[in-house]
T-cell receptor, first 115, second 115 residues
């Protein structure tokens, strides 16, 4: 299994530009999570999906952030317009939500720098 | 409310010393799961262990051991004979069924093993 695949690994953009981060979860996993990690705020949950349906987006900072999961094998996190304070590492993670415990498997992360 | 507290922000030890990373959790659910993840300097988040609330047996895996005590709501992680490769940020996390298997992460403990 290739694991959770995120792209791009690094993104440098200018303030005001649109940023799209992509994630391919592990095949067979039915839950997908987007996290943001910064030095100041640590690891923050932005949004998570079960069976492609957004369950909790209360962590999404503001309307500039949006996330979609059009099918079980793909999700995007979009920031429009981007701002310098959005600079962070964005992690996608997936798990199988069944009757037992879920182990979150993380992608390698997308490091975003907004100038 | 669910919460994970890792009171130790940073720890430094000399190689070959033993070190214990503390984790205290809060939940009202009787069925929950506890996790430890490792984030080495390369940045990825690596799953180490999962325990469910019905299994208080301590676990040992090589130099790693975990002590789960429901009486004190703690799930501590001990590294025996630490090595430089153990240098990383370690996160404790909680997942319970009441919140749809959402994950709650602690703020992490940064461990530096000095050669």
């Amino acid at each position: 299994d290739a694991g959770v695949i995120q792209s791009p690994r690094h993104e440098v953009t200018e303030m005001g530009q649109e940023v799209t981060l992509r994630c391919k979860p592990i095949s067979g996993h039915n839950s997908l999570f987007w996290y943001r990690q910064t030095m100041m705020r640590g690891l923050e949950l932005l949004i998570y999906f079960n069976n492609n349906v957004p369950i909790d987006d209360s962590g999404m900072p503001e309307d500039r952030f949006s996330a979609k999961m059009p099918n079980a094998s793909f999700s995007t996190l979009k920031i429009q317009p981007s701002e310098p304070r959005d600079s962070a590492v964005y992690f996608c993670a997936s798990s199988f939500r069944g009757s037992g415990a879920n182990v979150l498997t993380f992608g390698a992360g997308s490091r975003l720098t907004v100038l | 409310a669910q919460k994970v507290t890792q009171a130790q922000t940073e720890i430094s030890v000399v190689e070959k010393e033993d070190v214990t990373l503390d984790c205290v959790y809060e939940t009202r659910d009787t069925t929950y799961y506890l996790f430890w993840y490792k984030q080495p300097p390369s940045g990825e988040l690596v799953f180490l262990i999962r325990r469910n609330s019905f299994d208080e047996q301590n676990e040992i895996s090589g130099r790693y051991s975990w002590n789960f005590q429901k009486s004190t709501s703690s799930f501590n992680f001990t590294i025996t004979a630490s090595q430089v490769v153990d240098s990383a940020v370690y996160f404790c996390a909680l997942s319970d069924q009441n919140t749809g298997n959402q994950f709650y992460f602690g703020t992490g403990t940064s461990l530096t093993v000095i050669p």
